[in-house]
């Protein structure tokens, strides 16, 4: 038998930051409610995922028979060194080898122990399945959900991806966190496109984020210009700002090294790279969900 705190452990071992328990039940009908009149006013944009699954986004149980608890880690990916200005802006979580495989690499080996263990079976997510990952976590009592529409972990800030782990383990559950941004509004007023709604949400049609990564179009639309700067894949500016992470610490997961020779090309580079160079600098990283063809759009 495995207690939480086994888990727990053992999810540190493995090189996750944190690790927290919900159990495995419905979403919650407020958080239910707010997700669909963001579908309804259409902030979603060009996510059309988000409008699929309804089913399983509110009912993690339907992702694994017998599910009982969900095991929500969080990695730490504030890369060590960071991009001269002059370098064409690529979002912090897209300076190492792709989080999709690095957390789900260790997240197999927590399955795999459990199963060897207990004998109970689990299923391992990494923005891989329909699951509402920071409601998750924050019911895992792993953090609250800033303004900036961000996990933010207490004393720890927002530099961590998100994974989890639904199985059939009965485990004791964490106390939700119910910490919240107080009286702070700095990424209302930092945000360039002004994307977020002041209630945790951010509207995806004018998130740079989602539209140069995300947005599939030719152009981006027009007023993107006068805002963008030299950002090409991403945007930090709403964690930048946040006081949560000024004492941010810089990861020491070896895959997250940052891949120095792509995050060093400058707009113009980027618009002069053949189709070769880009697989060569790309490989392995997060940056390849863009294509050569946005990414020359955005640098344009
Ligand atoms: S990622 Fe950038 S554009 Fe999107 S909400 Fe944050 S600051 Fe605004
Ligand atoms: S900048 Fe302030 S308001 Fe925004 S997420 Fe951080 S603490 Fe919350």
Redesign the pocket.
Known sequence: MLSASDIKRRAVELGFTACGIARAQVVDAEARARYSLWLEQGRHGCLEWAERNRGVRDDPRLLLDGARSLVMVAMNYYPAWRQPSESAQVAYYAYGDDYHFVLKKRLWQLTAWIEQTTGDHSRAFVDSAPLRERYWAVQAGLGFI???N?L?MPGRG?YFMLGCLVTTLELESDEPCRD???A?????A?CPSGALDGCGAADCRRCLSCLTIEYRGEQLPEWVAAVKGERVLGCDA?QR?????AGAVATTVPEFEPHREFLSLTRADILNLTPAQYRRLTAGSAATRVTLRNLQRNAR
Do not use: D, E, T
């Open positions: 800033g303004l900036n961000q933010i927002s919240s941004c107080g702070c509004r700095r990424c209302l930092a709403c700002c946040c006081p949560h992470n």
